[in-house]
């Protein structure tokens, strides 16, 4: 048997991380088992959606590699993969579990309907649906028909026994059917609710393991029941865990963590994301936590995956993004940083040298811009800089350093770096000084600031001769 798995995402926004894992999930074990791996867009619900949003589905998936086989884009045998372009198929098989008295007509106008609310709520009984219509002869339900009555299609859930599942995370899950409501299946405009849609397709498109969030638990039981209700034999369930911000806390669109483009905007790499959804909720058992989407799949295995919520640890994941930053070579990461680098520093530099500066440096690239503030403009800064213990400076020694370097700094014609550190070694000889005593004051005096990527003579070459001698001479200003 060939494994089918589909990703069945309502388009109403961007794209939300715990979808993303869910798409992740589904993709790994189709691959894993040399499956297919389906896109289905379900848009029933026309209130909750939004334009375009279908098209952010497409690009993030096509973004972060989860190709799928068959899907509304690129097609395939079971299409098409929009639910809204199903309509017929909808109504044939409602009417098919009408006819199979596992669904019946509903003529229950707003009027009736909240009449019975309001009984159940008098006399404290829980609501749902009192089978009114379930109970209609057939000659009345064939004049209402022929008269145009709206009308709903509802799910006729017997009143006695269970239902179960066994779901391969959270194990068998059982109800009494008494439990559930006669929901509507199909709407008096003609379209399905969620949950019969969701059971059709993936019926038709011949889904053999249904992976997806554990809020879809619950509804569960009521699928099972249409699997029931056309002689089908319902697929794999795997709930996956939520994934959340603390332990009581979702990731929430406020606290700008529930979307993927959050994330990207904040500098992670899609590789890092990736590679971190997949390890909220499934553990691959081992040290190694650094996985491609292509080791993702070699290692995937449902068994893996924990029921208990998921925290997301946003330390985890700088650290997992700085681990692909150090990992890339020098010109990648200098055509990933560029845009950062520009967006800190306006002057024209050498930006593969700060690029190479910067890399072992930050865990995310939008840390790159604040770590160059000091190459435009030199920051206002205080004298106490200049001291530091190790390198057995102070702001008087400083001073007498700086003016030692100024001259040797001034004759110097080639600024390169190997020929500014000739010189300033060839200085420290010649002072009988130690390296820090001339290297400390220099960096404090070039950018204002304790901690610079790179030294002295690393931020000399960037800012050039003539701003090196100005900040200098800027230096011996301030500290006579
Ligand atoms: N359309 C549902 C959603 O937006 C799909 C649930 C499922 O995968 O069955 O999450």
Not at 135 to 163: A, D, F, H, W, Y
Not at 224 to 238: K, R
Not at 281 to 307: C, H, M, R, T, Y
Request: contains cysteine; glycine residues 8%; proline residues 4%.
């Amino acid at each position: 048997m060939q494994y089918r798995t589909r990703f069945a995402p309502s388009p109403t926004g961007y794209m939300h991380l715990g979808g993303l894992r869910t798409a992740l999930y589904a993709y790994l074990f189709a691959k894993k088992n040399n499956g297919v791996f389906i896109l289905r867009i379900e848009d029933t619900d026309r209130e909750r959606q939004v334009e375009g949003t279908a098209e952010i589905i497409y690009e993030t998936l096509a973004e972060v590699g989860l190709t799928y086989d068959e899907g509304p884009d690129v097609g395939g045998p079971y299409g098409p993969y929009v639910q809204s372009e199903r309509m017929e198929i909808y109504r044939e098989h409602a009417e098919m579990l009408v006819k199979r008295g596992h669904a019946y007509y509903c003529f229950c106008g707003k009027e009736e309907l909240d009449e019975q609310r309001l009984i159940h709520h008098a006399s404290r009984v829980s609501h749902k649906y009192n089978k009114h219509c379930a109970n209609l002869s057939s000659e009345e339900i064939t004049r209402k028909l022929s008269e145009g009555t709206p009308c709903v299609i509802r799910q006729n859930v017997p009143e006695e026994g269970k239902v179960f599942f066994n779901d391969c995370v959270y194990g068998r899950i059982e109800v009494e059917k008494n439990t559930l409501e006669d929901q509507i299946i199909l709407k008096s405009d003609g379209f399905p609710t969620y949950n019969f849609a969701n059971v059709v397709d993936d019926r038709l498109m011949g889904v053999t393991h249904v992976i997806r969030g554990n809020e879809f638990l619950s509804s569960t039981p009521k699928h099972v029941l249409l699997y029931e209700g056309f002689g089908w034999e319902p697929p794999v369930y795997i709930h996956v865990p939520t994934i959340m911000r603390t332990a009581d806390k979702k990731l929430s669109k406020r606290d700008g963590d529930a979307y993927f483009g959050d994330f990207i905007a904040k500098g992670y790499l899609k590789e890092a994301i990736v590679n971190y959804i997949a390890l909220l909720g499934w553990s691959p058992g081992g040290e190694k936590e650094k996985f491609s989407l292509a080791e993702l799949v070699e290692a995937f295995d449902i068994e893996g995956i924990s029921k208990s919520p998921a925290i997301f640890d946003i330390k985890k994941l700088d650290w997992l993004n700085g681990e692909y930053l150090r990992a890339m070579d020098g010109e990648e990461f200098h055509d990933k940083a560029l845009p950062y680098i520009k967006e800190g520093v306006k002057r024209d530099i050498d930006t593969r040298m700060v690029a190479k500066l910067m890399k072992d440096r930050v865990e995310r690239l939008t840390e790159i811009p604040e770590q160059l503030d000091f190459i435009d403009a030199l920051p206002d800064y205080s004298l106490e800089l200049y001291t530091h213990k190790k390198m057995k400076t102070n702001a008087e020694s400083a001073g007498q350093m700086l003016a030692e370097i100024f001259p040797v700094l001034e004759r110097l014609d080639d600024w390169r770096q190997e020929a500014i550190h000739e010189t300033l070694m060839a200085l420290v000889e010649r002072l009988g000084c130690k390296n820090g005593q001339i290297l400390w004051p220099l960096r404090v005096a070039l950018s204002g600031k304790a901690q610079t990527p790179g030294g002295g003579i690393e931020i000399a070459v960037i800012l050039g001769k003539g701003e090196t001698l100005a900040r200098i001479s800027h230096a011996l200003g301030k500290l006579k």
